[in-house]
């Protein structure tokens, strides 16, 4: 019986005595182990699942500790009746009645799950080639200072900053840094009141199109853009304009005139990595100025830096408050943090502040000092040098393999982008390569969800991203040389 509650993994990464306590827990509050009955002796246990006594003692005392077990002299260790007591129990359903199940398709204000999104394995890191974008190579996560941080944040005069309802405020520590460290490298110039912190670059777009955007409202995004934006301005009006780019990014096409707000990647153009000069920045402003227009500028690669003077930020140019500036850290520090941010006219982040509180109070407040510690500290900083020089690495070499095993593909990136834009040959249908090259072992993205879909439903198939953030360099060109050969396969198995 114990052999079967309690499955030891000698190879795992969490010690045998948690594991122990976490099953004797489970079973506990699963009611597998009724309150009355002993469990085994330290001694017994120990020998059925192959450890040392002392590994079984330590668990049984912390759990006697937490009021899990009860120990009653010479009688051994029982389960603690406070622990499982006033639970509901299990109730009798009857099986003759069968009810009608709720109908929930018909309730639902659209199909959120039917819009085209960009679609990664959850288990990408199993792969030997993961040329995927937004995920950061483990090596270069900077651990030791971000434990220091967490574990400062966790003393008790930190705790009591943040351990607190917050209510709709952010973390004093962490706005100061945005303005000081962070916003700063981009020519923006902020008061705490102007800036915003949010669950990802994502939540903020989310809060922007909450606010601003009704079933009336124009919203112009880049074609091809980022898809999650889309969707998520898709999700609040069916007035959603695919804006044309050309070699300075969005261009200043006549579909601007149709646009109430304006969604851009200026720094570096997602997908295609183009940086737009400072002239159609201007240009850009401009319009936006003339015509009371809002752009909502994403610079989502905020810190990856430029060769040379990097271009200033649109809001950094903006004097009349018709930028709205969104990014995040998920590119540098990671993702799984999900700190963001927005930064805009005080009169508009007091009205997002007050919906962030409908929707989540406020970040967890933890993290936020934690972050705060660790650009303070300056971890931020130096884990910015060391990515630069990876990437510039990592660049070259995914260019290198690009020319000599991809000859006919065409490229784009620019020095701080994580990616490369592809462009195969028009009769390459890059879902069908990226299926043959997973099966191979190499992650890539087709380019086809970037595009806005045709009336027709069309988009172009011959494009793909490849990032190059969670590939170590040594797998760089083999697995380059690998993609070659599941474009092979892929024209094969076509023509057949």
Same mark, same amino acid.
Request: proline fraction near 6%; hydrophobic fraction near 45%.
């Given at each position: 019986?114990?052999?079967?509650?309690?499955?030891?993994?000698?190879?795992?990464?969490?010690?045998?005595?948690?594991?122990?306590?976490?099953?004797?827990?489970?079973?506990?509050?699963?009611?597998?182990?009724?309150?009355?009955? !002993?469990?085994?002796?330290?001694?017994?246990?120990?020998?059925?699942?192959?450890?040392?006594?002392?590994?079984?003692?330590?668990?049984?005392?912390?759990?006697?500790?937490?009021?899990? #077990?009860?120990?009653?002299? %010479?009688?051994?260790?029982?389960?603690?009746?406070?622990? +499982?007591?006033?639970?509901?129990?299990?109730?009798?359903?009857? %099986?003759?009645?069968?009810?009608?199940? /709720?109908?929930?398709?018909?309730?639902?204000?659209?199909?959120?799950?039917?819009?085209?999104?960009?679609?990664?394995?959850?288990?990408?890191?199993?792969?030997?080639?993961?040329?995927?974008?937004?995920?950061?190579?483990?090596?270069?996560?900077?651990?030791?200072?971000?434990?220091?941080?967490?574990?400062?944040?966790?003393?008790?005069?930190?705790?009591?900053?943040?351990?607190?309802?917050?209510?709709?405020?952010?973390?004093?520590?962490?706005?100061?840094?945005?303005?000081?460290?962070?916003?700063?490298?981009?020519?923006?110039?902020?008061?705490?009141?102007?800036i915003l912190v949010t669950v990802g670059a994502q939540h903020a777009l989310f809060l922007l199109a909450t606010l601003l955007i009704d079933a009336d409202s124009t919203v112009g995004i880049e074609d091809p853009g980022y898809p999650d934006?889309?969707?998520?301005?898709?999700?609040?009006?069916?007035?959603?304009?695919?804006?044309?780019?050309? /070699?300075?990014? #969005? !261009? #200043?096409?006549?579909?601007?005139?149709?646009?109430?707000?304006?969604?851009?990647?200026?720094?570096?153009?997602?997908?295609?990595? +183009?940086?737009?000069?400072?002239?159609?920045?201007?240009?850009?402003?401009?319009?936006?100025?003339?015509?009371?227009?809002?752009?909502?500028?994403?610079?989502?690669?905020?810190?990856?830096?430029?060769?040379?003077? !990097?271009?200033?930020?649109?809001?950094?140019?903006?004097?009349?408050?018709? +930028?709205?500036?969104?990014?995040?850290?998920?590119?540098?520090?990671?993702?799984?943090?999900?700190?963001?941010?927005?930064?805009?006219?005080?009169?508009?982040?007091?009205?997002?502040?007050?919906?962030?509180?409908?929707?989540?109070?406020?970040?967890?407040?933890?993290?936020?000092?934690?972050?705060?510690?660790?650009?303070?500290?300056?971890?931020?900083?130096?884990?910015?040098?060391?990515?630069?020089?990876?990437?510039?690495?990592?660049?070259?070499?995914?260019?290198?393999?690009?020319?000599?095993?991809?000859?006919?593909?065409?490229?784009?990136?620019?020095?701080?982008?994580?990616?490369?834009?592809?462009?195969?040959?028009?009769?390459?249908?890059?879902?069908?390569?990226?299926?043959?090259?997973?099966?191979?072992?190499?992650?890539?993205?087709?380019?086809?969800?970037?595009?806005?879909?045709?009336?027709?439903?069309?988009?172009?198939?011959?494009?793909?991203?490849?990032?190059? !953030?969670?590939?170590?360099?040594?797998?760089?060109?083999?697995?380059?040389?690998?993609? /070659?050969?599941?474009?092979?396969?892929?024209?094969?198995?076509?023509?057949?």
């Amino acid at each position: 019986m114990w052999n079967q509650l309690i499955q030891l993994s000698f190879r795992g990464k969490i010690g045998l005595q948690a594991q122990i306590r976490e099953m004797l827990v489970a079973a506990i509050l699963d009611g597998q182990l009724p309150v009355g009955v !002993a469990l085994p002796s330290t001694r017994v246990l120990a020998a059925q699942l192959g450890v040392a006594r002392n590994t079984v003692a330590l668990a049984y005392e912390l759990l006697v500790n937490e009021g899990y #077990l009860l120990t009653r002299s %010479r009688s051994g260790h029982f389960v603690n009746p406070e622990i +499982v007591a006033g639970r509901a129990g299990i109730p009798r359903v009857s %099986r003759t009645t069968a009810l009608a199940r /709720a109908r929930w398709t018909p309730r639902l204000r659209g199909a959120v799950s039917a819009q085209r999104n960009i679609v990664k394995p959850r288990d990408w890191q199993r792969y030997p080639y993961p040329f995927i974008y937004g995920q950061i190579d483990p090596a270069q996560l900077p651990m030791p200072g971000w434990r220091e941080c967490s574990l400062q944040a966790t003393s008790a005069a930190e705790v009591r900053g943040w351990a607190g309802d917050l209510i709709d405020g952010d973390d004093a520590l962490l706005i100061e840094q945005i303005q000081t460290r962070l916003l700063v490298r981009r020519g923006v110039f902020a008061a705490p009141d102007e800036i915003l912190v949010t669950v990802g670059a994502q939540h903020a777009l989310f809060l922007l199109a909450t606010l601003l955007i009704d079933a009336d409202s124009t919203v112009g995004i880049e074609d091809p853009g980022y898809p999650d934006a889309r969707n998520i301005f898709a999700s609040r009006t069916p007035n959603v304009v695919p804006l044309p780019l050309d /070699a300075a990014g #969005l !261009a #200043l096409s006549p579909a601007l005139d149709r646009c109430d707000y304006v969604y851009l990647t200026p720094s570096h153009q997602c997908p295609t990595n +183009v940086t737009m000069p400072l002239a159609r920045r201007e240009a850009l402003l401009a319009w936006a100025q003339d015509n009371d227009r809002v752009l909502i500028e994403d610079d989502y690669e905020i810190e990856l830096g430029f060769e040379g003077r !990097a271009q200033p930020a649109l809001q950094s140019l903006d004097r009349s408050g018709h +930028v709205v500036y969104v990014s995040s850290l998920s590119k540098t520090l990671a993702p799984g943090i999900r700190i963001g941010f927005i930064v805009g006219d005080r009169e508009l982040v007091r009205e997002l502040r007050a919906l962030r509180r409908l929707m989540l109070r406020h970040p967890a407040a933890n993290n936020e000092r934690s972050v705060g510690l660790f650009l303070a500290m300056g971890y931020h900083d130096a884990l910015l040098r060391r990515l630069r020089q990876a990437y510039a690495e990592r660049s070259q070499l995914v260019a290198d393999a690009l020319r000599t095993h991809l000859p006919d593909v065409a490229f784009t990136t620019v020095a701080g982008a994580s990616s490369f834009w592809l462009r195969f040959p028009e009769q390459v249908d890059t879902r069908r390569v990226a299926e043959e090259a997973a099966n191979l072992g190499v992650l890539i993205e087709p380019g086809d969800v970037f595009f806005v879909a045709s009336e027709g439903g069309g988009v172009p198939c011959n494009y793909a991203r490849l990032g190059f !953030a969670s590939i170590d360099s040594t797998r760089i060109a083999p697995g380059i040389a690998t993609l /070659a050969t599941a474009c092979t396969i892929a024209a094969a198995s076509h023509a057949a």
